[in-house]
């Protein structure tokens, strides 16, 4: 069964700190994997990793995928009180995307 | 503008009473998906359609139907039969080839 895997499934900090999020898969036929920020409405992309070890980076965010392991993080650095939100990690499969739960990050000032 | 429109953005109901939740892109894609969101969780896959004229269950079908019979619109009913209908529910859209999606701006259906 397709699944994926995220943690924590909460965390709440203090602005300033850094934070890193992740997921895990098990899903045939991997083609991409997207992490995607939700703020009470709909989700809105952040990036899309298709190849281990490349880093990719936007800012303070930054995440990477390993697909020898099955993973992925996403790292946020100097958190500010906008970037509340929850975090989606979604693979596709080039028919279908599989979501996690989402990490729910609350950052307090 | 290019994207993709969901409508209405709030939508209440009685128990027992079909409702119709409209989606629709102009942005050429071939593929489109209804996701539902239930609080604290994350993105279930309701239906999906790869083409014109043919859709394919997602993992939580029951009690809902779809059409697809313009590339532009994917229409979600939410039938009777659906026991907890009361949810956020997200439509999104895939280029043929490509490997993002690209979501519409949701609706939130409270049934009573």
């Known amino acids: 069964e397709d699944k994926v895997v995220q943690s924590p499934l909460s965390l709440v900090v203090h602005e300033g700190d850094t934070v890193t999020l992740n997921c895990s898969y098990e899903?045939?036929?991997?083609?991409?994997l997207l992490w995607y920020k939700q703020e009470k409405k709909a989700p809105t992309f952040l990036f899309m990793l298709?190849?281990?070890?490349i880093e990719k980076k936007s800012g303070r965010l930054s995440s990477i995928l390993d697909k020898k392991e099955l993973f992925s993080i996403l790292n946020i650095t100097a958190t500010q009180t906008g970037d509340s939100a929850i975090y989606l990690c979604?693979?596709?499969?080039?028919?279908?995307?599989?979501f996690g739960t989402g990490t729910s990050l609350t950052v307090i000032p | 503008d290019g994207g993709i429109t969901q409508s209405p953005k709030y939508l209440f109901r009685k128990e027992g009473q079909n409702v119709t939740l409209s989606c629709e892109q102009n942005?050429?894609?071939?593929?489109m998906y209804w996701y539902r969101q239930d609080p604290g969780q994350g993105l279930r896959l309701i239906y999906y359609?790869?083409?014109?004229?043919?859709?394919q269950k997602g993992d939580i079908a029951e009690g809902y139907s779809v059409s697809r019979e313009k590339k532009e619109s994917f229409p979600l009913t939410v039938t009777s039969a659906q026991k907890n209908p009361t949810a956020f529910y997200l439509c999104?859209?895939?280029?043929?080839?490509?490997?993002?999606?690209?979501f519409g701006p949701g609706t939130r259906l409270t049934v009573t």
């Open positions: 999104a859209s895939k280029p043929t080839g490509g490997n993002e999606q690209y």
């Open positions: 899903v045939t036929n991997f083609r991409s």
């Open positions: 298709t190849s281990s070890g």
């Open positions: 979604a693979v596709g499969t080039g028919n279908q995307f599989y």
């Open positions: 942005l050429n894609h071939d593929a």
């Open positions: 359609s790869q083409i014109v004229n043919d859709f």
